[in-house]
């Protein structure tokens, strides 16, 4: 019987409901104005033009929807995406637009599926200078650049006191379950303050591993999660996260900057029914 991502939802659901609930609570990361906490996740959106102009719109933008909680400035979408210079004064502006909602600054490889292939000295020097401009909030570091690479730099953001998203993406597949706990698990060993991991599932059993991943790690640590199966497939993991653990989402107010992202009104609306059915189970 062919399983929609809406059905195979329902049916994880009511699976959830009747086990043990998680060992280990989220302890709330305060980033600008957000709390990540338990509960509902917190919608991010990501710019996707070349230009400073759509940049500063998309800020501008969420400054003004209720529903978007954080901005994801793509760096390596820009047509300056090397100029140090011309970054830093994007990113100045568009977090004077925000005006405390936070900004996560995400240089994507074409190794995870980006637009930009520096060299990983060239990555890692980049963010270092951008680190010490001091207009992010928060940073996404891909854990491919190794372990000594990875805590250089959770150490420098960490003493400025900037977030750090360690994350792991794969385009193709989704990999097996003790290699999606390890790179989770490798994650927080090195000090990521949320861990992220990204999935393309070909099948619903994908899905369901990865909400399964997600549920097992949430039993075990307290940081905040960003899990998502891509494609539309993978859809409902991205409306799933209260239920499995995840703390974050995102959505899109326009072009997606991912396959499979939810437009934000209808993410939203989705979220707070969830949520209203989550809260009504747990009063039972």
Known sequence: MLRTPLALLMMMAVSAAGAEP??????????????IQQGKPAIIISTTGADSESALALARQAAQTP?????ELRVDKLDFATDVDKVTQLGQAMRRELNGKPLLLTLRTEAEGGSLSPDDASYIALY?????????????IEMRIGAQAVDRLVAQAHQRHVAV??????????????????????QEAHGADILKIAVMPQTAQDVSRLMDITWQIRQRSDKPLLTMA?????????????????NLTFGTPGEASAPGQLEVQALDQALNTLHKANASSSSD
């Open 22 to 35: 998680p060992s280990s609570q989220v302890r709330p990361l305060q980033v600008g104005n957000l709390t």
């Open 67 to 71: 529903q978007v909680q954080m901005v």
């Open 128 to 140: 270092q200078q951008w680190l010490a401009a001091g207009f992010a909030d928060l940073i996404d």
């Open 165 to 186: 998203i360690l994350s792991y993406h794969d385009f193709k597949a989704t990999p097996d379950n003790a290699e999606m706990l390890r790179r989770l698990t490798w």
């Open 230 to 246: 891509m494609g539309g497939l993978g859809a409902v993991t991205r409306l799933s996260g209260e239920i499995f653990g995840s």
